[in-house]
């Protein structure tokens, strides 16, 4: 069974920067391609990026391009989103995804596991 933990979530002003960290657990990292996912209050869960388990191909969602950057670290099993220029709108509680394929998905029933989330809140 593979398990996902996800830290880093944290209150910060607009215009601050956050690192999360999804770790895996009890299958090869190496093995899965990694997915950011939030959901906001009263919302759906939306897609933020996604990246193949070979990290060649990377997905972001648009309104998170060119603030946020995911990486991975196949010796640490972690996988990480880089958030920069929060925004107020990027408040969510954001979760980690894994699916067991080279093709990254931007939609949430292409993966198989998921994390338990940790929040993030940005003020004005």
């Known amino acids: 069974q593979v398990q996902l933990v996800e830290s880093g979530g944290g209150l910060v002003q607009a215009g601050d920067s956050l690192r999360l960290s999804c770790a895996v657990v009890g299958r090869t990292f190496s093995s899965y391609t990694m997915g950011w996912f939030r959901q906001a209050p009263g919302k759906d869960r939306e897609f933020v990026v996604a990246m193949s388990r070979s990290g060649l191909t990377t997905y972001y969602a648009d309104s998170v391009k060119g603030r946020f950057t995911i990486s991975r670290d196949n010796a640490k099993n972690t996988v990480y989103l880089q958030m920069n220029s929060l925004k107020p709108e990027d408040t969510a509680v954001y979760y980690c995804?894994?699916?067991?394929?080279?093709?990254?998905?931007?939609?949430?029933?292409?993966?198989?596991?998921w994390g338990q989330g940790t929040q993030v809140q940005v003020t004005v």
């Open positions: 995804a894994a699916r067991n394929t080279e093709l990254a998905a931007t939609i949430r029933s292409a993966y198989d596991y």
